[in-house]
């Protein structure tokens, strides 16, 4: 089993920052892609910024310039840094991993439970 829990969402005002952690535990031969996503309220759920295990990064357009996605592979561990929040940031940021469970066994995807962000004017 594999797990993936986020933390460091929370209230801020516009123009402050955030940093959002994403650990994966469990059964894990090797992490492919570790990525971030989140979904505001009547919206569907968005890529914000992914990172393959070796590779150039991607974001979206909106969050370009302001957020960066980083990984320690030693640590199992993606981080957002989140910088010039604008409450159109407001969503649930959720972690998304590619995960080999083991060397015979394929890639699957692995979600964490979320985490608020409220951006605040």
């Known amino acids: 089993q594999v797990h993936l829990v986020e933390s460091g969402g929370g209230l801020v005002q516009a123009g402050g920052s955030l940093r959002l952690s994403c650990a994966a535990s469990g059964i894990i031969f090797s992490i492919n892609h570790m990525a971030w996503y989140r979904q505001a309220p009547g919206k569907q759920r968005e890529l914000v910024a992914s990172?393959?295990?070796?590779?150039?990064?991607n974001y979206a357009d909106s969050v370009k310039g302001r957020f960066t996605i980083s990984r320690d592979n030693a640590a199992k561990t993606t981080y957002l840094q989140m910088n010039s929040l604008k409450p159109e940031d407001t969503a649930v940021y959720y972690c998304?991993?590619?995960?080999?469970?083991?060397?015979?066994?394929?890639?699957?995807?692995?979600w964490g439970q979320g985490t608020q962000v409220t951006v605040f004017s």
């Open positions: 990172m393959p295990s070796g590779g150039d990064t």
């Open positions: 998304n991993a590619g995960v080999r469970m083991t060397v015979i066994t394929s890639t699957r995807d692995y």
